[in-house]
């Protein structure tokens, strides 16, 4: 079954089975959590020790840190 983040879900599907939103407010600092999501490069929310958040995306083959604030994970609904 294909697993879409809360990044691309919302322009696509009406929910996320990665919410990242949830990943990054449950993940401990200093720690990572992997994922797969198949509508986008995203592999990994990874939280340092000040509490800073990161993707981790796959780009040209390559792993890359990319800061992310936490406002930015929330599936945005657009509002009609
Ligand atoms: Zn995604």
Same mark, same amino acid.
């Given at each position: 079954?294909?697993?879409? *983040?809360?990044? *691309?879900?919302?322009? *696509?599907?009406?929910?996320? @089975? $990665?919410?990242?939103? #949830? ?7 200093? #720690?990572?959590?992997?994922?797969? *999501? &198949?509508?986008?490069?995203? #592999?990994?929310?990874?939280?340092? &020790?000040?509490?800073?958040?990161? +993707?981790?995306? +796959?780009? @040209?083959?390559? $792993? #890359?840190? !990319? ?8 599936? !945005?609904?657009?509002?009609?």
């Amino acid at each position: 079954m294909a697993e879409f *983040c809360s990044q *691309c879900a919302d322009k *696509c599907f009406e929910y996320a @089975d $990665i919410d990242l939103f #949830r990943i990054a407010i449950s993940l401990n600092k200093g #720690r990572s959590a992997n994922f797969i *999501c &198949e509508g986008c490069n995203n #592999r990994a929310l990874y939280k340092d &020790e000040e509490g800073k958040l990161y +993707l981790a995306k +796959l780009i @040209d083959k390559k $792993i #890359r840190l !990319v800061p992310v604030k936490i406002d930015e994970l929330m599936a !945005v609904k657009e509002s009609n």
